[in-house]
């Protein structure tokens, strides 16, 4: 059996549009673990507000260096993981440049190449997945959002893939096949969510 640990933010945790949360079989970790069978097991470990390295003052407890290693150890030993975050670094407070974004999850991917699960257990193969774009008007369902953050977050996938093949990690834009929902404009609906799923299977058979 191939073990697949999904790491991410509120769009891996399964944040509804409407409030609450889309139900196991709805989300894309568990429409991809529909997809690919009992011959893989897929572990969701998403987080609303999560950071790439980011600590936030006032959403605690949400900075995903600080979480990356306690889950890298929880899960061991496991053959993929898929990291898609950086929604979240666009926030208005945290006022990051995209030099900073790019080093964000290069550190993460360093903070991974660096865990010691050999010799006791094989290292992971790594994908990065740059996240879905923000819609416009995001600020008005989401304060803690500027307008730039639409405009912004449609340079992820420029600015994540060189460093995830600069750590011989894969890549995806999980943009070229999902997108944010109209009624608030920065999670997957259910369609969105089945969209990824499809795609995230092709690719992680690809891989593995």
Not at 80 to 107: C, Q, S, V, Y
Not at 112 to 119: E, G, L, R, T
Not at 172 to 197: F, I, K
Request: aromatic share 8%; net charge negative.
């Amino acid at each position: 059996m191939k073990t697949i640990v999904c790491f991410g933010d509120s769009n891996t945790f399964g944040s509804h549009p409407l409030g609450g949360r889309h139900p196991y079989e709805d989300r894309w970790t568990g429409r991809l673990q529909g997809l690919l069978g009992d011959e893989y097991r897929v572990i969701e470990e998403g987080l609303g507000g999560r950071t790439t390295v980011f600590e936030d003052e006032i959403e605690r407890g949400r900075c995903g260096s600080v979480a990356l290693p306690i889950c890298l150890g929880t899960h061991k030993p496991f053959d993929l993981l898929i990291i898609m975050l950086g929604t979240n670094d666009l926030k208005a407070r945290f006022n990051l440049p995209e030099w900073d974004l790019a080093h964000a999850m290069r550190e993460l991917l360093r903070m991974v190449k660096a865990y010691p699960f050999q010799p006791e257990f094989p290292a992971p193969q790594i994908l990065v997945v740059s996240p879905i774009e923000i819609a416009p008007g995001v600020s008005q369902t989401f304060g803690c959002f500027g307008e730039d953050a639409a405009e912004r977050s449609r340079r992820f996938a420029a600015i994540y893939e060189p460093v995830a093949r600069e750590a011989g990690a894969h890549f995806m834009n999980a943009a070229q096949y999902a997108g944010p929902s109209r009624q608030d404009r920065l999670h997957m609906d259910r369609e969105g969510h089945a969209a990824l799923a499809e795609a995230l299977a092709t690719k992680v058979r690809e891989i593995l």
